[in-house]
């Protein structure tokens, strides 16, 4: 291995500015704490009794099972009073029994109201339970690359576990337990660790931004988390219904913005459309001639600024149905076309 040095400089009291020397926010407890450290101390003291510890203990379908495997452990959150927690699907996966422990050391039985393996996230229900402290979902469309990201759960049974980082990434796509791709996901560099699944990721004002899914083992820094208008959507139809059922297009795609000299040139009403990453051979989207680097702007009639737009308007009720799609193709050329919705297939 090569050897390489290393010149390393010390800050002496000239080289901190003026700024630098004001003084600190001070602590509830007196002591002296940074803006950054308080905003942090604050979105815990505000978040945290949200997020509660979700044991599950697993069917075992009439097979002996090793006691690590026929139970499991993660995180949820509270949304509202009367007792709803959004969690990962695949952390309730398979449950005969799953038990609800709050911070404050409550315990109690929970129901799976519905779950979406297709974006990993599943409702639970505690009906014992009423005046319970809610989370806020914030709007995901919102965020930026480089913001604070604070992630709050149970890594390892370890409950209420803080970890703090940035805004890594958006827009990214990560394939599900189902094989299906789950779109425009949040990366962050908040570390996460088993056990955090289903828990919050929250922005600097306490809003929750979205739900923490996945990390990439071995590696240092890529953590993922389903966004919370996503999250929005999803618990609204299992709410309704207690499952999503979606037309399907065939393709996966990512949220990208749109060149302003092409927005000016086709006179657009967004600045963000769906980029095509991927078609699937024999698909709707393959039948009505969608390219992969085509970027959708418009599906039945509706303007597509993200894959969440897309999401929304593949509603059961459009399986099967006509629907108009335009595409922007090279930048320099729109396209129409029609496209008819297949069941979604798990």
């Not at 029994?97 to 505690?126: C, H, M, N, W, Y």
Request: proline share 4%.
């Amino acid at each position: 291995m090569d050897r390489h040095d290393f010149e390393i400089g010390f800050l002496d009291s000239s080289a901190i500015s003026e700024d630098a020397n004001k003084a600190p926010r001070m602590g509830g407890d007196g002591h002296l704490l940074d803006v950054y450290s308080q905003t942090i101390v604050d979105v815990v003291k505000e978040v945290g009794p949200s997020v509660v510890h979700v044991h599950v203990q697993h069917k075992n379908n009439g097979s002996i099972q090793l006691r690590d495997k026929s139970e499991a452990n993660g995180s949820g959150l509270i949304i509202t009073p009367d007792g709803y927690i959004v969690t990962n699907s695949h952390v309730v996966e398979n449950a005969a029994a799953t038990q609800i422990s709050l911070p404050d050391g409550s315990s109690f039985q929970a129901e799976i109201v519905g779950q979406d393996k297709a974006t990993d996230l599943a409702l639970l229900r505690v009906s014992s339970a009423s005046s319970l402290p809610a989370a806020h979902l914030g709007d995901s469309d919102q965020l930026q690359v480089g913001q604070i990201a604070i992630a709050i759960g149970n890594p390892y049974g370890f409950q209420n576990t803080v970890t703090a980082g940035v805004i890594s990434a958006l827009g990214r796509s990560l394939r599900s337990r189902t094989g299906r791709l789950i779109e425009n996901v949040i990366q962050t560099d908040a570390a996460l660790n088993p056990g955090n699944s289903g828990g919050p990721l929250v922005d600097s004002s306490g809003r929750v931004i979205g739900i923490n899914t996945a990390i990439i083992q071995y590696a240092q820094g890529i953590c993922f988390a389903i966004p919370a208008n996503t999250v929005r959507w999803v618990i609204t139809l299992l709410l309704r219904e207690g499952k999503v059922t979606r037309g399907f297009l065939g393709i996966s795609g990512q949220t990208v913005p749109l060149p302003a000299r092409v927005i000016r040139h086709f006179i657009l009403p967004q600045e963000t459309g769906v980029y095509v990453v991927q078609v699937m051979k024999g698909s709707p989207a393959d039948n009505a001639g969608v390219k992969e680097g085509d970027v959708i702007i418009s599906l039945a009639d509706q303007t597509t600024s993200t894959v969440d737009d897309i999401h929304k308007l593949l509603t059961k009720e459009r399986i099967g149905k006509e629907l108009g799609i335009v595409l922007l193709r090279g930048w320099t050329q729109t396209l129409e076309a029609n496209v008819i919705p297949d069941r979604n297939q798990e």
